[in-house]
């Protein structure tokens, strides 16, 4: 009868850290801190990126309201091309 009554305690004590760290995660915003990535101060969006090789790849950012194609090299970054977002429904 003690072993039930100790397993059942340790599943209460479970549940409630379970249902702290849920809370916490959930409440963080509103005491600023800042466990889930929201949106950054730049207005940064990866798009897609494509691998072409051993630390090569081109990629697709939107920034505010460009959107840029940027090659990364092993020690290089360079602007490949940038555009204006324009909106599908205007």
Do not use: C
């Not at 090789?53 to 091309?81: P, R």
């Amino acid at each position: 009868m003690d072993t039930y009554i100790a397993v059942i305690k340790v599943v209460f004590i479970l549940l409630g850290i379970v249902s702290g760290i849920a809370l916490l995660y959930r409440y963080a915003g509103k005491f600023k801190l800042n466990l889930r990535p929201g949106k950054s101060e730049y207005n940064l969006k990866k798009q897609d990126s494509i691998y072409l090789g051993y630390k090569k790849y081109v990629s697709v950012v939107e920034v505010n309201e460009h959107v840029l194609v940027i090659g990364v090299g092993e020690k290089d970054l360079t602007l490949l091309a940038k555009w204006k977002k324009v909106d599908k429904g205007a």
